[in-house]
């Protein structure tokens, strides 16, 4: 992310966006709520990226540089807040779970111009209110600032149904897996079978964003049996990778 643009004011609007269709990387005065009404969609920070899905939205705060990128075809809701209102109390990006009531209210809130009717701020204090009691869920890919640690991730990333272990994986770049664990949980903080599940899941999003069968994204994304992916999926997202796209 060499060039970034500033846009001050973070724009309240619906657009769409064909699947792969990127947002180079900007930065705003505002804070952010972006939410995808259809499609998949990721966001990506010199810390790491965030998916979400339709039950998910991603809380990008004032002045942080990202990038959007649309997997399936993406329908996107954007809330713009001012840097002084932060009703959330975060400072980094952050996944939140979103209620079929905050869906709507995204969704009605985003689909006129903005304006300070009456109407459209009640509508305005309600989405507040549910935003306040959403959920932070944990679907941060944390990006490795070590190089050795970025090696071995740089592989999984090319390839998530790598199944070799952590000394498995030392062995190829010349660490022992208890210095490469070591790395994780200080750089990343996470252990290495957090972040690969987190890769993983990453991954399947996306995968059925673009409409692959679930046996095939169980074994692209390295699980040991597509029930087990089912199981990994159901308690991350609440519902079942069949259901995702629907």
């Known amino acids: 992310m060499t060039e970034v643009r500033h846009t001050p004011v973070a724009p309240t ?57 649309a997997h399936g075809d993406l329908e996107l809701h954007l809330v713009g807040l001012p840097a002084r209102e932060n009703p959330l109390r975060l400072d980094a990006p952050t996944v939140l779970s979103v209620s079929p009531l905050l869906r709507e209210l995204i969704i009605a809130y985003t689909r ?10 009640r509508l305005r204090a309600v989405l507040l209110d549910q935003l306040r009691i959403s959920v932070q869920q944990p679907l941060h890919l944390p ?41 994780f949980n200080k750089d990343l903080g996470m252990t290495f079978p957090q972040w690969r599940t987190q890769l993983r899941l990453h991954r399947a999003l996306v995968l059925l964003a673009e409409q692959a069968p679930v046996t095939a994204v169980a074994n692209q994304c390295g699980w040991s049996s597509t029930s087990a992916f089912i199981d990994v999926f159901r308690r991350a997202f609440g519902h079942t990778p069949g259901t995702h796209s629907r």
């Open 143 to 183: 990006t490795p600032g070590a190089p050795l640690l970025r090696t071995v991730c740089d592989l999984l990333r090319a390839d998530p149904s790598d199944s070799r272990t952590l000394a498995e994986l030392g062995r190829e770049v010349g660490a022992s897996d208890r210095t490469l664990s070591r790395l």
């Open 13 to 69: 609007r619906t657009q769409r966006l064909a699947s792969g269709a990127e947002i180079d990387a900007h930065r705003h005065d505002d804070h952010q709520i972006v939410y995808a009404g259809r499609g998949v969609l990721s966001v990506t920070t010199s810390a790491g990226s965030w998916v979400a899905p339709a039950t998910r939205a991603i809380w990008v705060p004032a002045d942080t540089v990202h990038a959007h990128q």
């Open 112 to 121: 006129t111009e903005d304006d300070d009717s009456p109407e459209r701020m």
